[in-house]
């Protein structure tokens, strides 16, 4: 496949909520989206690199960079034998995994439309549906968290992720498990502890949750395995996981039972597919995390939920859980706790050009 052309636009939205988690809060997004051209289709993807580096050293403004001065100008105008190999040329380029996912993705979404298939299908996936969580961001008090809580359990979601950070962590989270002594709830701590923090975690161990999420260092696999070997409770890893190298690496060690799998923050498809395999081989659950994507990165991750391996929900909420408006058509709405994988052609469902290029605050295309 060969890809003629390509083009980028920053669009910025305002999330319905703030979302705060242990290293800051952020009421608005800025999207990046990147079309690609080929086989007389267009391709969409999204990069999910946050506006500051709290997540991974990756921003919006570190993607734009990579992405115009590296990554595009080695792959537009190459042809490739399939999705799988459209990255080659930029394989030289260190590290900048989102930027490179958002471009890799778009390449899928441009392979399943010119072969007639549903992205899902593209991949390998089999399911109609994908059960689907909410990760609900740091509240300013427990009464206003345990409102939100009460408001997704109602509307169906089918498990409840919490952020915490030290300080807002056991009492607060005692608080909805009393309230809500059946609810399948897990915890996300962003790396916010160390192991000196033990007696905390020691005391979350006792809540009867599904998982807690990178509690320790982003680059600390060795503390997470002995963290675990310590705790009853699953070890999830998310910020640790760049690569299929350090999946394995983390599984050996013990660093984990869980992997949560963001296709941008691995590089892509054959990334995220890489350590689905791997952690299918091993017995391992994945689920699909998110970065607040708009549609367009949504439904990426819904169709990466669709492996056999993503057996538990992932933090693909509806549309409105964001965005008073989605960047696409139809938008994702929840159904029974979870949402119907879209059936046409790619993403399956269509992004608002017009609406995109209205709000964009920069874009950019190859060939100038
Ligand atoms: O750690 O999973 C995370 C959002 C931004 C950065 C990191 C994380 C998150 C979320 C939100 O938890 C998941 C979503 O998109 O709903
Ligand atoms: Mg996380």
């Known amino acids: 496949m060969k890809i003629d052309g390509v083009r980028l636009d920053l669009v910025p939205l305002r999330l319905r909520e703030r979302f705060e988690i242990s290293s800051g809060?952020?009421?608005?997004?800025?999207?990046?989206?990147?079309?690609?051209?080929?086989?007389?289709?267009?391709?969409?993807?999204?990069?999910?690199?946050?506006?500051?580096?709290?997540?991974?050293?990756?921003?919006?403004?570190?993607a734009w960079h990579v992405l115009t001065?590296?990554?595009?100008?080695?792959?537009?105008?190459?042809?490739?034998?399939?999705?799988?190999?459209v990255m080659a040329p930029a394989k030289w380029i260190r590290g900048h995994r989102m930027a490179k996912a958002a471009v890799e993705m778009a390449a899928w979404d441009l392979h399943a439309r010119s072969a007639g298939l549903s992205?899902?299908?593209?991949?390998?996936?089999?399911?109609?549906?994908?059960?689907?969580?909410?990760?609900?961001?740091?509240q300013p008090t427990d009464d206003d968290l345990l409102l939100q809580v009460e408001g997704y359990a109602a509307r169906g979601y089918k498990r409840v992720k919490i952020k915490i950070k030290p300080g807002r962590d056991v009492d607060m989270l005692r608080r909805v498990r009393e309230r809500?002594?059946?609810?399948?709830?897990?915890?996300?701590?962003?790396?916010?502890?160390?192991?000196?923090d033990l007696p905390t975690l020691r005391k979350l161990d006792a809540l009867g949750l599904m998982m807690i999420e990178q509690p320790l260092g982003y680059d600390d696999l060795r503390d997470h395995a002995r963290l675990?070997?310590?705790?009853?409770?699953?070890?999830?890893?998310?910020?640790?996981?760049?690569?299929?190298?350090?999946?394995?690496?983390?599984?050996?060690?013990?660093?984990?039972?869980?992997?949560?799998?963001?296709?941008?923050?691995?590089?892509?498809?054959?990334?995220?597919?890489?350590?689905?395999?791997?952690?299918?081989?091993?017995?391992?659950?994945?689920?699909?995390?998110?970065?607040?994507?708009?549609?367009?990165?949504?439904?990426?991750?819904?169709?990466?939920?669709?492996?056999?391996?993503?057996?538990?929900?992932?933090?693909?909420?509806?549309?409105?859980?964001?965005?008073?408006?989605?960047?696409?058509?139809?938008?994702?709405?929840?159904?029974?706790?979870?949402?119907?994988?879209?059936?046409?052609p790619g993403i399956g469902v269509r992004p608002d050009v017009e609406r995109i290029e209205a709000h964009s605050v920069r874009t950019a295309c190859l060939p100038g």
């Open 180 to 196: 809500f002594p059946d609810l399948p709830l897990m915890a996300d701590a962003n790396s916010a502890y160390t192991l000196d």
């Open 25 to 62: 809060a952020r009421q608005n997004r800025t999207i990046l989206l990147v079309r690609l051209h080929g086989e007389g289709e267009i391709g969409w993807g999204e990069c999910v690199a946050a506006e500051d580096p709290g997540y991974s050293y990756e921003t919006t403004e570190t």
């Open 119 to 138: 992205l899902a299908e593209a991949i390998g996936g089999d399911r109609r549906r994908v059960d689907v969580g909410v990760s609900v961001g740091l």
């Open 228 to 344: 675990q070997e310590e705790l009853e409770t699953s070890i999830c890893l998310d910020e640790s996981i760049r690569s299929v190298g350090d999946a394995a690496l983390a599984l050996e060690l013990g660093a984990g039972r869980i992997i949560n799998i963001k296709p941008g923050r691995v590089g892509g498809f054959g990334g995220a597919r890489a350590i689905h395999d791997l952690c299918l081989a091993r017995g391992v659950p994945v689920w699909c995390g998110g970065m607040l994507e708009s549609g367009v990165g949504r439904a990426h991750n819904v169709a990466l939920a669709t492996l056999p391996g993503f057996t538990l929900p992932g933090d693909i909420s509806e549309s409105r859980r964001y965005w008073e408006r989605d960047l696409v058509d139809p938008e994702f709405v929840l159904t029974e706790g979870t949402l119907l994988v879209p059936e046409g």
């Open 69 to 85: 001065e590296f990554v595009l100008p080695a792959v537009v105008g190459t042809d490739a034998e399939g999705p799988g190999d």
